[in-house]
């Protein structure tokens, strides 16, 4: 196999979310190269180690992010073609416009 091959030791582990199998922490992450998706080796909540691929992994609800539990809840389908259900009464994070400093 030629082409890029990288581990990556996260520190601090990611908060995360396995669809399918659970919450708990990315502590490496493994990029074989662009033929590849990234895969994420997880600790999950349940003492289970998983190595997940990059469309299976969801971060964990942040507050402070203004990521809500179960933002990934509404999708359907797998891989291309997933589509995004309506959510009910939220609106996507805005971003505020940085001012300009006025030249002095």
């Not at 030629?2 to 502590?27: D, R, S, W, Y």
């Not at 969801?58 to 933002?71: E, F, H, K, Y």
């Amino acid at each position: 196999m030629t082409g890029c091959q990288t581990m990556l030791q996260l520190n601090p582990p990611l908060p995360v979310e396995i669809l399918g199998k659970g919450k708990g922490f990315a502590l490496v992450l493994l990029d074989y190269g662009p033929e590849w998706d990234l895969i994420w080796v997880c600790l999950l909540d349940s003492g289970e180690m998983w190595a997940a691929a990059n469309s299976k992994l969801r971060g964990q609800a942040n507050w402070t992010l203004g990521r809500q539990g179960g933002d990934w809840a509404g999708r359907v389908g797998r891989g291309e073609g997933e589509k995004r259900l309506p959510t009910k009464g939220r609106s996507p994070p805005t971003r505020r416009k940085k001012r300009r400093a006025t030249p002095s």
